[in-house]
Structures are given as structure tokens and as C-alpha cells.
Nanobody, 117 residues
Framework: VQLVESGGGLVQPGGSLRLSCAASGFTFTSFAMSWYRQAPGNERELVAYITSAGGSANYADSVKGRFTISRDNNKNTVYLQMNSLKPEDTAVYYC???????????WGQGTQVTVSS
């Protein structure tokens, strides 16, 4: 099983980034997908969640209207489009897969996002 994140980097405030998470080794279409983030000294927090079929998504209040989660079940990939980035969005972003009911979950290794001028 692998979840491989990419797309992180350094961006100026107000800029945009698109994170990708490529999944392999499990039935992607059976898993809800989420993005979490963890800043230094902080607990890991949920950023965005999308259902297995992609029909519903939820967001943390801090990113609503700026971030969009999506998935392509043909490519086994989930995305996080991040716009209007703020310095407080700086964190390591993690991809998370969970199959509810069977309590099976997987984490990616994380990708660093730094928002700074």
C-alpha cells in the first residue's frame, strides 16, 4: 500500500498550490480520502474530506472558500487545490485513506507547504 503526496513547496502569500496524492495497493474507490496538516508544535488537523465516490466534501472552517478537494477514481488520485494561501497554512500536508466500517486506514509520508514572502 502506498500513498504518495506531491506538489508541495514554497509559495508567497496569496499564491496557489495543487497537492496530489497517488494511491496504490488497495481498492481506492472503496476509501474516503482526506487531507490533514501538521504545523510545528501543533496537533495534526483535518483540512478536507471527500467521500469514496466524490459526491460530498467537507472542509475545516479555516480553509473554506480557499481550498478544494477532489478525486479522480480512474487515476487513483486525490487532489487539494489551495488558493489564497496564508502564512498560517504552512505545514506538512498528509494524505489519508480510510475505509469506514472495516476500520482500515493508511497515511502518506507528507509534503511540506511553506507560505512565506
Amino acid at each position: 500500500v502506498q500513498l504518495v503526496e506531491s506538489g508541495g513547496g514554497l509559495v508567497q502569500p496569496g499564491g496557489s498550490l495543487r497537492l496530489s496524492c497517488a494511491a496504490s495497493g488497495f481498492t481506492f474507490t472503496s476509501f474516503a480520502m482526506s487531507w490533514y496538516r501538521q504545523a510545528p508544535g501543533n496537533e495534526r488537523e483535518l483540512v478536507a474530506y471527500i467521500t469514496s465516490a466524490g459526491g460530498s466534501a467537507n472542509y475545516a472552517d479555516s480553509v473554506k472558500g480557499r481550498f478544494t478537494i477532489s478525486r479522480d477514481n480512474n487515476k487513483n488520485t486525490v487532489y487539494l487545490q489551495m488558493n489564497s494561501l496564508k502564512p498560517e497554512d504552512t505545514a506538512v500536508y498528509y494524505c489519508y485513506a480510510r475505509r469506514y466500517g472495516l476500520n482500515i486506514d493508511y497515511w502518506g509520508q507528507g509534503t511540506q507547504v511553506t507560505v512565506s514572502s
